[in-house]
Structure formats: structure tokens, C-alpha cells
């Protein structure tokens, strides 16, 4: 009974030694006889997601990081109409963005195991992702301070010259694509095969009461990643 307690004790001091075990989790050891396969299928839907966790554990909008004033901190050049026109810097803005993300997500995952021989089986998972992202963008030009003006060189001015009018979504949609090579943002979907994983399960160990195997495998870059010219895509690798 002693040996028993202090077993229990030394395996609990070691799960909680930092460092010592990075994962940790149940899994079956069993394999598949040899020659013979298995195919298991799964599909998820996930119910629309509009919320993410910053660095520090809070709730926040996905887009929170679109959301911004667009001065020159966003477009440089807005740094020259501030000089050009005597303006304080970092007082030229265009208005600010407005933007709100829905992402929706379905996927399906195809297994296919295989016996390799009697205590060892190999397997492949292939992923196939179908995502989106419902996509709100407009600007706000309520604490607009310069606007466009076809009559002056850049064709930005200060609001109070005369001939200069606050911008419009187009216009930033269309300043994002012909300046700064962007794509709009706007609507999104796509579909394709995600990062595909590989493994093999080889049980060294069988009797009437245990079964004990060593899992090791490797992921594949195989999914489509972010396009970085598109604010409003999401990758499937």
C-alpha cells in the first residue's frame, strides 16, 4: 500500500515539474491488423464568429485593427499636405474607418489509416476548409480634416480651402488599390485543401491488460496561406 501512495505522489510531482512535459493527452494505442484500412470522415460547422481575444485575454471586435484614423500614420503622403499646407502633424486625416468582420467557417477532414503490418499503421488526414468573411467597410468623415481637391498638386487639401470635399468609401477603396497595391476590402470566400498531416503508429507493447504505442507524424504545407494584398482574406494553411 506504501509503494502504492508513493508512486501516485512521484507521478504527480513530475506532471507538475514546468518544462518537463510539454503535451500531454489520451490517445489509443490500438493499430490495425496488416493489410486491412479504415476511412473515417468528419464534418464541423462553426457559428459565426465576430469576436477575437487580444494579447492580454480581452474580447474584441476581428476588425478592431482596421478601425483607425486615416492620417498619415495609415498614408504617409499625408505627411506632405501637412507640410505643403502648414499643418500641424498628424492633424491631416481623411476621416476614419469603420469596419466590421463576420467570419464563417465548414470543414471536412477525410482519414484514411492503413496496417502496415500487425503493430504498425500508417495514416494521412486531409483537411478541406470552405471560409468566409462578410466584410462591412465605410468611412466615417465626421473628424475629416483634409478632403479632395483636384485643384491643388496631390489633389489633397485642407476642408477650409475652397473647391476641397470630404472623401467617399469609393475613393478610399480606390486609394487603397491604385496607391498602395491593395486589394478592396470587401466580401470574401474561398475553399481549398488545408495543411494535409501525415503519421505512423508503431505499438511495441501488447498484453490482456495494456496496449502501449509511440505516435509520431508531420504536418505539410500543402494549404493556400494568406494573400497579404488582401486585408480581408483568410488562408487555409
Same mark, same amino acid.
Given at each position: 500500500?506504501?509503494?502504492?501512495?508513493? $508512486?501516485?505522489?512521484?507521478?504527480?510531482?513530475?506532471?507538475?515539474?514546468?518544462?518537463?512535459?510539454?503535451?500531454? @493527452?489520451? %490517445?489509443?494505442?490500438?493499430?490495425?491488423?496488416? #493489410?486491412?484500412?479504415?476511412?473515417?470522415?468528419?464534418?464541423?460547422?462553426?457559428?459565426? $464568429?465576430?469576436?477575437?481575444?487580444?494579447? +492580454?485575454?480581452?474580447?474584441?471586435?476581428?476588425?478592431? +485593427? =482596421?478601425?483607425?484614423?486615416?492620417?498619415?500614420?495609415? =498614408?504617409?503622403?499625408?505627411?506632405?499636405?501637412?507640410? &505643403? =499646407? #502648414?499643418?500641424?502633424?498628424?492633424?491631416?486625416?481623411?476621416?476614419?474607418?469603420?469596419?466590421?468582420?463576420?467570419?464563417?467557417?465548414?470543414?471536412?477532414?477525410? @482519414?484514411?489509416?492503413?496496417?502496415?503490418?500487425?503493430?504498425?499503421?500508417?495514416?494521412?488526414?486531409?483537411?478541406?476548409?470552405?471560409?468566409?468573411?462578410?466584410?462591412?467597410?465605410?468611412?466615417?468623415?465626421?473628424?475629416?480634416?483634409? #478632403?479632395?481637391? *483636384?485643384?491643388?498638386?496631390? &489633389?489633397?487639401? *485642407?476642408? +477650409?480651402?475652397?473647391?476641397?470635399?470630404?472623401?467617399?468609401?469609393? +475613393? $478610399?477603396?480606390?486609394?487603397?488599390?491604385?496607391?498602395?497595391?491593395?486589394? *478592396?476590402?470587401?466580401?470574401?470566400?474561398?475553399?481549398?485543401?488545408?495543411?494535409?498531416?501525415?503519421?505512423?503508429?508503431?505499438?511495441?507493447?501488447?498484453?490482456?491488460?495494456?496496449?502501449?504505442?509511440?505516435? &509520431? &507524424?508531420?504536418?505539410?504545407?500543402? #494549404?493556400?496561406?494568406?494573400?497579404? %494584398?488582401?486585408?480581408? %482574406? $483568410?488562408?487555409?494553411?
Amino acid at each position: 500500500m506504501k509503494s502504492k501512495v508513493l $508512486i501516485a505522489c512521484l507521478i504527480l510531482c513530475l506532471l507538475f515539474i514546468p518544462g518537463l512535459i510539454i503535451v500531454s @493527452y489520451a %490517445d489509443t494505442a490500438e493499430v490495425l491488423p496488416k #493489410g486491412v484500412f479504415s476511412i473515417i470522415t468528419e464534418y464541423s460547422y462553426y457559428w459565426p $464568429i465576430d469576436k477575437k481575444f487580444d494579447p +492580454d485575454g480581452n474580447e474584441e471586435d476581428l476588425a478592431t +485593427d =482596421f478601425n483607425t484614423s486615416l492620417n498619415n500614420n495609415v =498614408f504617409p503622403d499625408l505627411g506632405l499636405v501637412e507640410m &505643403g =499646407f #502648414g499643418m500641424p502633424e498628424g492633424s491631416a486625416s481623411l476621416g476614419d474607418s469603420v469596419v466590421d468582420f463576420e467570419y464563417e467557417f465548414d470543414d471536412f477532414i477525410l @482519414y484514411f489509416f492503413y496496417g502496415l503490418t500487425e503493430n504498425i499503421s500508417i495514416g494521412i488526414q486531409i483537411p478541406y476548409y470552405w471560409n468566409k468573411n462578410n466584410v462591412s467597410a465605410r468611412l466615417d468623415t465626421e473628424n475629416a480634416t483634409v #478632403g479632395k481637391n *483636384p485643384d491643388v498638386p496631390g &489633389g489633397i487639401a *485642407p476642408l +477650409d480651402v475652397p473647391g476641397t470635399e470630404t472623401l467617399t468609401t469609393t +475613393d $478610399i477603396q480606390n486609394l487603397l488599390v491604385s496607391e498602395y497595391g491593395y486589394k *478592396p476590402i470587401e466580401n470574401w470566400s474561398g475553399s481549398g485543401i488545408g495543411d494535409m498531416e501525415i503519421g505512423a503508429r508503431y505499438q511495441y507493447l501488447k498484453t490482456d491488460n495494456w496496449r502501449l504505442a509511440f505516435l &509520431g &507524424g508531420a504536418r505539410l504545407p500543402t #494549404g493556400e496561406v494568406d494573400d497579404p %494584398d488582401n486585408l480581408a %482574406d $483568410i488562408g487555409f494553411g
